[in-house]
T-cell receptor, first 114, second 114 residues
Framework: DTGVSQDPRHKITKRGQNVTFRCDPI?????LYWYRQTLGQGPEFLTY????????KSRLLSDRFSAERPKGSFSTLEIQRTEQGDSAMYLC????????????FGAGSRLTVL | AQSVTQLDSQVPVFEEAPVELRCNYS??????LFWYVQYPNQGLQLLLK??????LVKGINGFEAEFNKSQTSFHLRKPSVHISDTAEYFC????????????FGSGTRLLVRP
């Protein structure tokens, strides 16, 4: 078990560019979550998947954001036409569908939009 | 909808002193409760969780928390802190409805001084 992996760990981009983040969950976990965390704040829920199905999306997830989990394993989060307000840490977590559904988090992908 | 309030944004304390980090939640349905810790430039790590049963739960690193349903609180305590406990602490709630997401508070920064 290698935990939840996120790539890249840091991304600096110019306003208007597109960025994509990847998350590899713990292999036996069928639920996968994306959160956004800004400085001095707690993580804010964006979306989650059960296997390949996207079951819930936050209103924070504007039309410029899209998440996929095509084969029920890894997931990608794409941000189109980035804005300075998108600068944040993007956290991925996974959980199994048994027991208390405890989320295990990755180290995060930090986005800086110039 | 659920919400979590962590009233103290920062708690300074001297090494070996006791500490309490406060957490209050709001929910119209039953909940699971969690405390996570975040060290600089890292993801969130589970400290402890309350699912059911005994209202006093023990976690890692000597931390414990007590669930109080009447006061809708889940305060985190440690009888004697170490310098290494300096970190950001997040309280989170999961409603026992059809959603599996966690809702986080804004966090409390614990600053342990020598």
């Amino acid at each position: 078990d290698t935990g939840v992996s996120q790539d890249p760990r840091h991304k600096i981009t110019k306003r208007g560019q597109n960025v994509t983040f990847r998350c590899d969950p713990i292999s036996e976990h069928n639920r996968l979550y994306w959160y956004r965390q800004t400085l001095g704040q707690g993580p804010e829920f964006l979306t989650y998947f059960q296997n390949e199905a996207q079951l819930e999306k936050s209103r924070l997830l504007s039309d410029r954001f899209s998440a996929e989990r095509p084969k029920g394993s890894f997931s990608t989060l794409e941000i189109q036409r980035t804005e300075q307000g998108d600068s944040a840490m993007y956290l991925c977590a996974s959980s199994s569908d048994t027991g208390a559904n405890v989320l295990t988090f990755g180290a995060g992908s930090r986005l800086t939009v110039l | 909808a659920q919400s979590v309030t962590q009233l103290d944004s920062q708690v300074p304390v001297f090494e070996e002193a006791p500490v309490e980090l406060r957490c209050n939640y709001s929910s119209s349905v039953s909940v699971y409760l969690f405390w996570y810790v975040q060290y600089p430039n890292q993801g969130l790590q589970l400290l402890l969780k309350y699912l059911s049963g005994s209202t006093l739960v023990k976690g890692i690193n000597g931390f414990e928390a007590e669930f109080n349903k009447s006061q809708t609180s889940f305060h985190l305590r440690k009888p004697s802190v170490h310098i290494s406990d300096t970190a950001e602490y997040f309280c989170a709630v999961r409603a026992l409805d059809s959603s599996y997401k966690l809702i986080f508070g804004s966090g409390t920064r614990l600053l342990v001084r020598p």
